[in-house]
């Protein structure tokens, strides 16, 4: 059956490569470079470093869509949530406790234990970790989206794909930028950035920063404010020192703060399975009404508050220059970021529970890379990577001081007191938290080579390889603790009630003190080939491999579930890149599968803990992108993306709520097992995998008078059907979504003004959605689920000056 599907996508991708080659030899002048005119409009070609080395995009052999300065400030892309609109087959959603980043369906769950599969790089950096998704960024030069395995030349786990952010580089001449923002919600923006000669002929710098705050978009009824209210603040210095021609040393200090009050969340679904609607229950058997009135979608919430406030620093030193003939770069980089969240992560607006969050992570690496220079017809770049990472992070699961019957102040002491006739059990919960902590230290060492030659001028051949070695030690234990004084509680019969009701295993019942150690080294290899029909259609065929570390499970409640193990891929490509009619349109189409052993997963269990472990799974499809410049005020671009996922050897997946009763969908109920209360996840698809998606953009220019111009950019972002629950309930399988964004600028000179609408068609989706936890313990089946903005309009202004 997989064969018969890839071959399906080679045929597609094939007939897209003769029918560009016919464009090509239909058009009456013909289409190679030797027929370009100079009043001729083109398309853009951007160039990347995708590859590590400066190129044209058209001439990079793999799956990558790119996207210059201009183009992320016409669309308002200051983080990869908006990125996500413009390309196909990338997803990124926030969930109560993490943020998850897919490619191609390939992405990591909930769990501080995991590192990302696809990987974020900032100015060669790793961004690595969960929560760094969610950072700003602004003052770009180039964003690239690199679709599947990236291990040889990022290494770091990229098993999924990588995300490759440059930010403006030090300019050597005297440049400024003013920029404001004022908008619906509460929008504020400004910006600042300077650049200039600071010493002679040799030493240059650049300042940027950025202010955003916004009020939000959620009423929260129980607060009465407006949610997620966010700020974020951003300063990047960076310093460039020529030390003469070939040598140059590169500074960049980067700071950023971005704190949310807050969530986009709302309660979408409250049904009573088998007992009552939990909103029915907390209302006639606890006298609380207002904790859950209704489940509608119209941007209000019962909440009784969430915070997230994150820091993070970034100091990159880089030395660049020439040996001889060899280019040499080294890179010495640190980062760290403290990130610090309360979730009320029961999403009603009573007080049942909270989880305070705390994660501490520092990183410092190391690399040097050398390469010879691309015009030989044998080339090659080689470098060593060395980088140790350390990660603190707590949380805990907290219980307000209620006494039975003060139900406003603590749901639970009640509700046990109901459910087992005891007082004893339910007093137990009251003023208790289960507090967790994990630490993991890592060191990575690796070693990469890529070697090109040029069979014959039309025809070359690269092998790659990274050997990684990646040492671990881990540690995590649960103690249940009094909150009034923070040690643990002289109640013995709290840790006894937590853990046979919520299977909350601490150290004063099942000594829950777990330390580990691993070891591995991978080996991934990778062979491209590249052929040039002509000056413009260019075809490549890949092979290559990708491994992904295993690690420690941070969010476990259980001493079983401890390790996990690593991740590898096998990824096959065959691609055609071209440009045709004069360099005014160019059309790329990529055919992919790819196979998955040992994907990592963590799922919420639906009451208090994750299920963590390992899976098997398979994708192929087919990628296209393009565009055309209709005349040289009109551009039309356009991408699409055709995925077939499926798990394949996912036996142990988390059940969505009582699933093995679902008489509406039997099939789904076939897959329980009865011995481990788990779920069969194969041969289903997974979260966050739409069929097809697309976008299409309209780019238009038009002179206003002899010193103006009228810009319109118009953008449409479309999703099939895709299931948004992370355990693949068939009623949050999410219908298609077409999403509509606009700008339109009156420029001049040196500034301009402009109008941004964004989803202006206001369509209603969710981002993602799961179990209320500890309702399906009342029996009741409530989803809570992350919503979009609504149509939102801002107004931007921008002055540029020398």
Not at 232 to 238: F, G, L, M, P, V
């Amino acid at each position: 059956m997989k064969l018969c599907r890839l071959s399906t996508v080679i045929s597609l991708a094939l007939y897209g490569v003769s029918v560009s080659a016919l464009s090509q030899e239909s058009l009456p002048n013909g289409a190679g470079k030797d027929s370009e005119s100079s009043d001729t409009p083109q398309v853009e070609l951007i160039e990347v470093t995708s590859q590590r080395r400066v190129q044209n995009i058209q001439d990079v052999p793999i799956s990558v869509q790119a996207f210059g300065a201009a183009q992320l400030e016409r669309a308002s892309i200051d983080k990869i949530e908006d990125l996500q609109l413009y390309v196909p087959n990338l997803n990124l959603a926030e969930s109560g406790l993490s943020t998850q980043l897919f490619i191609r369906g390939i992405g990591s769950g909930n769990n501080q234990g995991f590192e990302q599969s696809v990987v974020q790089f900032v100015d060669g950096v790793s961004y690595a970790r969960q929560q760094l998704s969610r950072a700003p960024f602004f003052d770009m030069e180039r964003a690239e989206v690199l679709r599947g395995p990236q291990s040889i030349l990022f290494g770091k786990n990229a098993i999924g794909g990588a995300l490759n952010f440059t930010t403006a580089s030090v300019d050597e001449y005297t440049s400024g930028r003013l920029f404001a923002q004022v908008g619906e919600f509460g929008i504020r923006e400004y910006q600042g950035i300077i650049n200039g000669a600071l010493w002679g002929d040799n030493l240059y710098g650049r300042l940027s920063v950025r202010h955003y705050e916004e009020e939000g978009y959620i009423d929260n009824v129980t607060l009465n404010r407006s949610e997620p209210n966010r700020i974020d603040q951003t300063i990047r210095a960076k310093l460039l020192y020529n030390l003469n021609s070939d040598w140059s040393l590169h500074f960049k200090y980067e700071n950023n703060d971005f704190e949310t009050v807050g969530r986009q969340i709302e309660i979408l679904q409250d049904e009573g399975n088998p007992g009552n609607p939990f909103g029915a229950t907390l209302a006639a058997g606890f006298g609380l009404p207002e904790a859950l009135p209704e489940t509608n979608h119209d941007y209000s919430r019962v909440s009784n508050g969430d915070s997230s406030f994150n820091s993070s620093q970034n100091l990159t030193f880089e030395v660049k220059g020439m040996l001889g003939e060899l280019e040499f770069e080294s890179r010495t980089a640190s980062l760290q970021y403290d990130f610090q969240d309360i979730c009320d992560c029961d999403y009603l607006g009573a007080n049942i529970f909270t989880v305070p969050m705390d994660e501490d992570y520092k990183q410092l690496s190391q690399e040097f890379r050398v390469a010879s220079d691309s015009a030989n017809r044998f080339f090659w770049q080689a470098g060593v990577f060395y980088q140790t990472s350390e990660l603190v992070f707590t949380d805990a699961i907290v219980l307000p001081t209620a006494d039975i019957g003060q139900t406003d102040l603590g749901v639970l002491p009640t509700a046990v007191f109901a459910l087992t006739g005891s007082a004893a059990q339910g007093e137990a919960l009251s003023g208790i938290s289960a507090r967790r902590d994990f630490t993991q230290d890592t060191d990575a060492l690796s070693a990469f080579a890529q070697l090109t030659y040029k069979v014959t001028d039309v025809t070359q051949v690269t092998l790659g390889a990274r050997l990684s070695r990646e040492e671990k030690e881990g540690f995590r234990t649960i103690n249940v603790n009094d909150t009034s004084t923070g040690v643990p509680t002289t109640n013995p019969v709290s840790p006894l009630v937590l853990n046979g009701l919520f299977a909350i295993e601490s150290e004063q019942t099942s000594g829950h003190y777990l330390t580990g150690e691993r070891s591995e080294t991978a080996f991934d290899p990778s062979i491209n080939i590249q052929h040039y029909l002509n000056d413009d259609v260019m075809l490549y065929a890949s092979w290559s491999k990708g491994s992904k570390a295993g690690g420690f499970d941070a969010r476990a409640n259980t001493v079983s579930s401890f390790e996990f193990e690593d991740e590898q891929a096998t990824a096959y490509e065959l691609g055609m890149k071209s440009t045709f009619w004069k360099k005014r349109a160019k059309l790329n189409v990529t055919a992919f599968a790819t196979d998955y052993e040992g994907l990592q997963v963590s799922q919420f269990d639906g009451t208090l803990g994750f299920v963590v472990g390992n899976a098997d799974a398979e994708m192929q499809g087919i990628e296209v992108e393009g565009s055309f410049a209709i005349t040289e005020d009109l551009t039309f671009s356009y991408s699409g993306a055709y995925l077939d996922h499926e798990f394949t050897n996912y036996e142990e997946g988390n059940c969505y709520y009582r699933q093995q009763f679902d008489t509406a969908n039997p099939d789904m109920a076939a897959r329980y097992n009865e011995e481990t209360g788990l779920c069969s996840y194969n041969g289903l698809t997974g979260q966050y995998v739409p069929e097809f998606s697309a976008n299409t953009n309209v780019d238009y220019y038009a002179d206003l008078t002899a010193d103006s111009v009228l810009h319109i950019n118009l953008n449409y972002n479309y999703s099939s059907k895709q299931n948004t629950h992370q355990n693949l309930d068939p009623m949050f399988e999410q219908d298609a979504i077409g999403r509509v964004d606009l700008n339109i600028a009156i420029e001049f000179t040196d500034w301009g003004i402009e109008l941004l609408g964004r989803n202006i068609t206001d369509e209603k989706f969710v981002t993602y959605s799961g179990n209320s936890p500890l309702s399906g313990t009342f029996g009741a089946d409530t989803i809570y689920g992350f919503v979009a903005a609504p149509a939102t309009w801002s107004l931007r202004a921008y002055y540029n000056f020398q």
